[in-house]
C-alpha cells in the first residue's frame, strides 16, 4: 500500500484506514457520522497520523483513489445503502475490499453489478462476532456470516 491514495468510504472511527496509513498510504476517511469522526480525530492526533478526514455522504462522494477499503452499512435497517456504497467505489477506484452479510441473493447483485462497472470480483466468506452497537442491537455477541470481497478493475 505504500505511496497509495486510499478512501475509507463510511470509515467509522477510521480503523481501516489507520492501518492503510502505518502500512505507508495515504488514507482519506469518510463519514457522515460526526460522533465517529469524533472519534477517528481523536486516534488520529494520539497516533499522529497523517490522514484526511472528510465529513461526507458516501453516496455524493467523488474523487479519485487507488483503493477502496470499506465495511458498509450491511442494508439491514436502510435497505439497498451498501449497493449504494459499492456504486460509489466503482466510481472512485480500481481496486476495492468491501465487507457485506453474507447471503445468495445478494451475492449473485453484487457480483453482477461488478460485472456492469467492470469489475472481477474474488469472495472469502467469513464467520463475524459483532457485540451490540446500535441501539436495536438486542444480543451480547451475534455471530454471522460476512462475505469480504476483493474488486479490480477489468483492464482489456
Known amino acids: ?3 497509495k491514495k486510499v ?3 463510511g470509515c467509522g472511527t477510521g480503523v481501516f484506514c489507520f492501518v ?3 502500512l505507508g498510504a495515504y488514507c482519506t476517511c469518510v463519514e457522515i457520522d460526526l460522533g465517529s469522526l469524533e472519534t477517528a480525530r481523536d486516534m488520529k492526533s494520539e497516533l499522529n497520523l497523517d490522514i484526511e478526514l472528510l465529513n461526507a455522504d458516501v453516496t455524493q462522494f467523488h474523487g479519485r483513489f487507488n483503493t477502496v477499503i470499506q465495511n458498509p452499512p450491511f442494508g439491514v ?8 456504497f459499492l456504486q460509489t467505489a466503482f466510481s472512485v477506484a480500481d481496486t476495492v475490499y468491501s465487507i457485506h452479510k453474507s447471503n445468495e ?6 457480483i ?5 462497472y467492470g469489475f472481477s470480483a474474488e469472495i472469502l466468506s467469513e ?6 452497537y446500535y441501539p436495536w442491537h438486542m444480543k451480547r455477541v451475534h455471530e454471522f456470516l460476512v462475505d469480504i470481497y476483493f474488486f479490480s478493475k477489468v483492464t482489456r
Open 77 to 84: 435497517v436502510n435497505r439497498g445503502i451498501d449497493i449504494k
Open 1 to 3: 500500500m505504500s505511496n
Open 20 to 22: 492503510a496509513s502505518l
Open 127 to 132: 464467520k463475524y462476532k459483532l457485540k451490540p
Open 112 to 116: 453482477k453489478m461488478a460485472k456492469e
Open 105 to 110: 441473493r445478494s451475492r449473485e447483485i453484487i
Open 7 to 9: 478512501v475509507d468510504l
